[in-house]
């Protein structure tokens, strides 16, 4: 059984990845220097989160379903499904 949250101990991790998916991983900072971005570069692919772990997110819908990402009108929406179907017993 795996029990994954998003936290701090979930981010190397998430850069690990990225890296060895042979992304380059850089930040963006604003004028006083705090973090308020990562960005994730491969050849001319650019993926921008505001944490590591939604970056390695970014990159997996990108690389499951190319460039042509968003949803389309032929797909069904499941947006509202885990609003609809909450089970904290998980």
Known sequence: MVR???AGNTENPALLVLKAKGYEVRV???EEGQ???FWARQNSNVFIADSLVSLL???ALW???GDNWPTHDDEPDYYDQ???ERD???
């Open 4 to 6: 994954i949250a998003t």
């Open 28 to 30: 963006g900072l604003d």
């Open 35 to 37: 973090i308020v971005s």
């Open 57 to 59: 997110g970014l990159v």
């Open 63 to 65: 690389e499951n379903r």
């Open 82 to 84: 885990p609003f609809e």
């Open 88 to 90: 904290e017993t998980w």
